[in-house]
């Protein structure tokens, strides 16, 4: 068995930055200001969806259900729903069926929800069901996180793939234990939303930043008149709306497609260590550097040998491995990188290490403890 890491040309660094080399440099952008609604930033609070989660039951599967011994509860919650129908079992007697499947459904219950109103659900197995394919849902109750029950959910799966399996082999495309019924829940209760509950109306930005709270106070003010909405903080922004309803709805369907002005945002690169994504947005520069990069290879070879004692000696014959391990590390070149004031430029700059996305998180923190990175660095 040998296991080595080699330096392979970087090319998908660059892949990771090309949307974004497109929109702010190919296209001629101004990183300067950016153009952007206040909709698009900030949402009204309270104004929010809300999760919903059920445990069911489906059924008419053919053969690819749960297998009861393995997964009890199936068959404990067929039997509870029969009882509700008035179907009593024996005593000691063991349901088995392979056509029913126990399942979670999931769905997300909008603002403004209604009842009667059709949501969406998600339809999951939590047992040991080979396909969810061509099954039924059984009515099941959706509850929220205060335990009320706000839908109920039944319908005909729609599952996104196919498989078959005969004599040992096996062929899948896509997962089949998890489904979608469109329209498959209808609401039955809507959730109080607190819009008509106070004189002002507070707006929370998506992401911390005094100068946006600035700029949406600014854009409302100058529209629907001064000292109408003041920043809080960083965050949140109050709005004193009218207090008649028609009213107060025109007039958040006007603010939220005001238009204003925002500067560049922070300095920020995102790295996911498990996948070696990278992704940098337009206002990181790179100040002069240089930067050396050396490979280090590890090789671990194991071969068999056998062991054959003499006929009649008694002994058995064994099977030992021989590992050599060897460790070589190549020269790195010391690089001189300029100094980048444009994304494109620090792409160019960091494509020519010829690194690996995980020898990039390295060379980032190296040149970020240096000095040389003007960015914060985000590992998710």
Partial sequence: MQTSSKTQPFYSLGHCFV????????????????????????????????????????????????????????????????????????????????????????????????????????????????????????????????????????????????????????????????????????????????LQNSEFVQLDLNASDYNTARAVAAAINKAKGAGLAQAVDGRVVRVRAPSNPDERVNFLADMENLTLELSAPAARIVINARTGSVVMNQAVTLAACAVAHGNLSVTISSTPQVSQPNALSGGQTTVTEKTDITIKQDPGSLIQLPAGARLADVVKALNSLGATPQDLLAILQAMKSAGALNAELEVI
């Fill in 19 to 194: 949307l974004l080399c497109a929109l702010f440099g190919w296209l001629g952008l101004s990183t300067d200001a950016l153009a952007a609604r206040i909709k698009e930033v900030a949402a009204v609070q309270g104004v929010r969806s809300n999760s919903l989660t059920g445990y069911g039951l489906v059924v008419g599967l053919d053969g690819t259900g749960d297998q009861t011994t393995q997964a009890p509860y199936t068959g404990q919650s067929l039997a509870a729903m029969l009882q509700q129908f008035g179907v009593i079992l024996p005593p000691g007697v063991t349901m088995q069926p392979r056509n029913i499947a126990a399942v979670m459904v999931t769905a997300s219950l909008p603002p403004f929800a209604q009842p009667g109103q059709p949501l969406d659900i998600n339809v999951s197995s939590v047992g040991n069901a080979k396909s969810l394919r061509g099954g039924t849902l059984i009515a099941t109750p959706l509850r929220g996180a205060d335990g009320q029950v706000y839908a109920m959910a039944q319908g005909n799966l729609i599952v996104g793939g196919a498989g078959a399996a005969a004599g040992g082999a096996k062929v899948q495309i896509n997962h089949l234990s998890a489904g979608r019924i469109p329209g498959g829940a209808t609401v039955e209760r809507s959730v109080p939303t607190p």
